[in-house]
């Protein structure tokens, strides 16, 4: 009885692994087919097996040369029926061999894509490490990516990845603002249609579709030479667990001056945050609402800066600027040297431990000072 067991159950492990590859029931079915018409076509109309075989596979592939065709009655039903099943199974066939090529390329493109990708990453150094592709950290790696600052995204949610790298692709990104604006349907479907590896290839943004949470990732996203880490997940849980983590490692692998930024939702985790080693913790609500309020009360303000996020203005934005490492030749010069010659806003000065807010004109720069700049 046992052994009636084990046959079945080797029987069953049989089945299943030929239900997990197509190809070969498609050619259990094309051999059985063939053995069968051969042994049926050679019975009933007294054919060699040579003949019967020659039969065999012209009706299967439907050629008909017409020099050996069935004569007795048995043989033409044989033949009719056997024809049909034969363009049946063909056409199985062909398209199971259609599906499984097309899925040998699209997976050897995936993983050229991913080896270009890793090598993208290795090659980071002095680069930020956005954790989060929600809105807030799409909106981070935008600003990124168009000052030319080194970045990586670091998402869990592929959904939530994918839209982030929509995005980061110039045409699609005005193509949505013009449909918001002006109310009109545009197909985006050769962006919407592409795979995550595909829509990175396009962006030539550097992502890792995975958990920041997890400090091997972050080991992955190159920690130990990033410049700074940027956690903005939806949930402050999340982000300190990830602030926490990063400090760790970076201060492991001797990463001293790396700089935390988190997102707090929550007035609570704001003082968590900085206990576990973030250098600035920012509530994007709070900024919102600011900028809201702002925008009312000065519409011409809000109208200048909505033109700046949708990229119609030409793109401003504040830098630092260490003045003796970065601009030596501004040394001795006025504030309003520098505004003349290369027409660059200086908004404020650090100066020691103090702020010139707005610096006078006639203020000379040094060569310890840092000026934050507009423009």
Known sequence: MNIFINIYRRLGIVRYHLSRNEMVIVAWAAGLLLLTGTLVYSWLEGWSLLDSLYATVITMTTVGYGDLSPQTSYGRLFAIFFTLIAIGIGGYALSVLASFVIEKQATRLDRVLRKRKMERIDALTNHIIVCGANFVGARVARDYKLTGIPFLLIEPDEVVLRQALLLLIPEYYQSKIDMLVDIKEIDLSQYEDRTVSELGEIAKVPFLLDDPTDDYVLLQAGLDRAAGLMTVMPDDRDNLTITIGGRMIARRLGNHTLRIMARADQLR???????????????????????????????????????????????VSFSQVNVGEERPSWVGKTVADVHAAEGLLLMAIRRGDEYLSPPPAATELERDDIAIIFG
């Open 269 to 315: 985790y704001v003082r968590k945050m900085y206990l576990s080693g973030a250098d600035e913790v920012r509530m994007p609500d709070a900024i919102g609402g600011g900028e809201m309020a702002l925008h009312l009360a000065h519409p011409e303000i809000g109208k200048w800066w909505s033109a700046k996020l949708r990229g119609e203005a030409e793109l």
